[in-house]
């Protein structure tokens, strides 16, 4: 069922409340983002003093935050025609495109000048990176013209326990470049996961997501696939040395179960939204498994060290 609203261009936007400026920064694609920074600058070998790490972290919030302001302010059309966005600041019209944008590309300067004041040019770069990436290429070039979106897309979402890392020690390393690969590899499955049961919302939108290029079966198919190298990538610190046995077991079992929910997605057959039990607990799952795995990490450095 297509989801009614009033045009945006007819709307009158109301006095912007300070709610829905914090809702355009997607506040719960954010938590993640900032964990997953964290664990990446925890993870490293050696710690900034604590302002130092705390105003890094912030500038990856702030940056992530940049980014989902500017995504809204891009896709405030495709909002408007899924039940599930329709109620965002935007196509709901209580802000303007313009304050939207202003705010976007203000917080954007704003968290990458911050980050190179407090830390080191490249973690400033990798910030501008991941910002840019997000917004001109997943945003504005894949999102509308591919069901590849995801799949290239979700660097932008690897960026951060890099970031973090590079902050505290100002230079790229073996581990957290798998971080990012193991992040980027979890992205297909996860939104995959998510879009089968969401499928109608991208296809009213007519957002060339796989299940609506591709179809249901495809889509079970490639969702098993893409989890056979994250489990790869999750695991390949410990008997690479980088990481140790708390880490390692940790990775092993959590990868372990994701791979069984992803067998039961790809043996699922049934076609109907509401009765997609398996994509529902792999989607769940994804989430928790992306905090655990990091956080094993984390234990991992600390508790050995």
Request: aromatic letters at 12%; a positive charge; charged letters at 10%.
């Amino acid at each position: 069922m297509l989801v009614t609203s009033i045009p945006l261009s007819s709307q009158q936007a109301l006095p912007t409340d300070w709610r829905d400026l914090y809702a355009l920064t997607k506040p719960g694609v954010m938590k993640l983002v900032v964990f997953t920074a964290l664990c990446g600058l925890l993870a490293a070998p050696v710690m900034p003093p604590l302002v130092i790490g705390f105003t890094a972290i912030l500038c990856i919030a702030l940056g992530a935050g940049a980014a989902g302001a500017l995504n809204q302010w891009y896709e405030a059309d495709l909002d408007a025609k899924m039940r599930r966005t329709a109620k965002r600041p935007l196509p709901a019209g209580r802000m303007d495109k313009q304050t939207a944008l202003h705010f976007g590309v203000g917080l954007s300067v704003f968290s990458v000048v911050l980050m190179e004041l407090a830390t080191n040019w490249l973690a400033a770069s990798l910030l501008a990176a991941s910002i840019l990436f997000y917004v001109l290429v997943y945003t504005v070039w894949l999102k509308r013209r591919t069901a590849q979106n995801i799949v290239i897309g979700g660097a932008a979402g690897a960026f951060p326990p890099l970031i973090g890392w590079v902050a505290a020690t100002g230079q790229v390393s073996l581990l957290p470049v798998l971080l990012f690969a193991i992040i980027f590899l979890w992205t297909p499955p996860h939104f995959w996961a998510l879009s089968l049961f969401v499928r109608s919302d991208y296809a009213a939108a007519n957002v060339p997501m796989l299940p609506v290029t591709a179809g249901v079966e495809a889509t079970r198919r490639q969702v098993f696939l893409y989890t056979l190298p994250m489990v790869a990538a999750a695991i390949a610190p410990w008997p690479l040395g980088l990481t140790g046995a708390i880490y390692g077991i940790a990775a092993t079992a959590l990868s372990a179960a994701f791979l069984v929910l992803a067998v039961a997605v790809s043996r699922s057959r049934t076609t109907d939204p509401a009765l997609m039990k398996a994509e529902k607990r792999l989607f769940a799952y994804s989430i928790f498994y992306l905090f655990a795995l990091f956080t094993a990490l984390v234990a991992d450095r600390w508790l050995i060290a």
